[in-house]
């Protein structure tokens, strides 16, 4: 009688199905102790087939330790073999090679880039007035690295924003400051102080201020540092005088008008930095005068130009009688009747007008309104 998985007492021992396994339970192969033996030869010909082709093979490797360029090739459900993780690996490495040859085709470019990038740096191009060291950022040389001169360029901007904010006055804030600071000065404070330097104004003293003037016009005590305009001390000379713009100078603006440039007209004349210019009165001469004619007055006179038409009468007798004639070829009879003619006598004369000179040759008053006052000004 034939049995099937029989062990002891089988009549028709058949090996692999009458042998009984007693070794120990081998988990990872699914055998436990008192399987048959063809059981167990087959889990172990089916762990070797997997082993193989590797399919068999699943590591336990922690999912937090693989790349994202790995794990993005890997199968998303199931349990992941040797074979899954070779196929992500190969793909991985493809993909990195791809980036790196697109990335960078060639060592020497890389190496060109990376040493424009420690070339030498231009660091003295600050003017000495500014930086003394003729140099802005301290602590670095031309060959310091990038890192450094970059680090050295913080430090100094750092260093500059917190000298502004201690140091400066921001722009908001100047009209306000300026206002506290007039708002709080007193009397005894120097008048220059509100001044600007160099620029001439009109001042109507009165006497106890012309006190504190000296005789060349020399400011002193509220006034120190204040001048007269009167050609001393450095100061310009607006005694008598009105100051113009400048028309020979650098004051910029383009060509000048027609009305006051020089070049248009001899009438417009050349303005120079503290140049004297015009006068109070001028006399006109021939050629300034208006064009204009002269009438002879003949009153109180007679003047004949041509004499009034009138007879003159010369006649003579024949003595022998008979007719004749007179010095006209006139005939008269020999009675003695005498015949008159007439002729005009005409006469041309010249005649030469002198008018007496007249006028002064004085000169005229030049001078425009104007009010009287000194001109002070402030030199530092």
Not at 106 to 131: G, H, K, Q, V
Not at 236 to 264: E, I, W, Y
Not at 288 to 295: G, N
């Amino acid at each position: 009688m034939s049995c099937s998985n029989c062990y002891n007492g089988c009549p028709q021992i058949i090996s692999d199905q009458c042998v009984k396994y007693t070794g120990i339970d081998i988990p990872v192969l699914g055998i436990k102790n008192g399987d048959s033996l063809s059981y167990v030869e087959q889990a172990i010909i089916t762990f070797l087939t997997s082993t193989l082709d590797g399919t068999g093979i699943k590591p336990n490797i922690d999912q937090a330790i693989i790349c994202q360029i790995v794990s993005k090739n890997l199968p998303t459900c199931g349990d992941l073999t040797v074979v899954d993780f070779l196929k992500a690996l190969t793909q991985a490495v493809c993909e990195l090679k791809t980036l790196v040859d697109g990335t960078i085709a060639d060592i020497d470019d890389i190496n060109a880039f990376i040493a424009s990038l420690e070339a030498a740096y231009d660091l003295y191009t600050c003017p000495t007035n500014i930086c003394p060291t003729g140099t802005c950022i301290t602590g670095v040389d031309p060959d310091s690295g990038t890192h450094a001169i970059l680090q050295a360029v913080i430090d100094r901007l750092c260093a500059f924003i917190i000298d502004v904010d201690a140091t400066y006055v921001k722009l908001t804030d100047l009209d306000a400051l300026i206002a506290a600071y007039l708002a709080g000065t007193t009397a005894a404070t120097k008048y220059y102080t509100r001044m600007v330097p160099y620029m001439a104004v009109p001042f109507f003293p009165t006497p106890a201020i012309l006190s504190n003037f000296s005789g060349s016009g020399v400011g002193s005590g509220e006034w120190e540092k204040i001048y007269f305009c009167n050609g001393s001390n450095g100061t310009p000379d607006l005694r008598g005088r009105v100051p113009v713009g400048l028309t020979n100078g650098n004051m910029g603006g383009g060509t000048l008008p027609g009305a006051v440039n020089p070049s248009t007209s001899p009438l417009n004349p050349t303005y120079l930095l503290s140049g004297f210019v015009g006068a109070n009165g001028t006399t006109l001469i021939t050629a300034q005068i208006p064009s204009h004619t002269h009438i002879a007055n003949t009153a109180g006179s007679t003047v004949t130009i041509n004499p009034a038409t009138h007879d003159h009468t010369l006649g003579y007798f024949n003595k022998g009688g008979g007719n004749g004639s007179n010095v006209f070829g006139t005939e008269f009879t020999s009675s003695g009747t005498k015949t008159t003619s007439s002729v005009t006598l005409t006469a041309t004369a010249n005649i030469v007008v002198v008018n007496a000179n007249t006028g002064g040759n004085e000169a005229h008053s030049n001078v425009q309104p104007g009010i009287g006052c000194y001109y002070i000004i402030y030199l530092p």
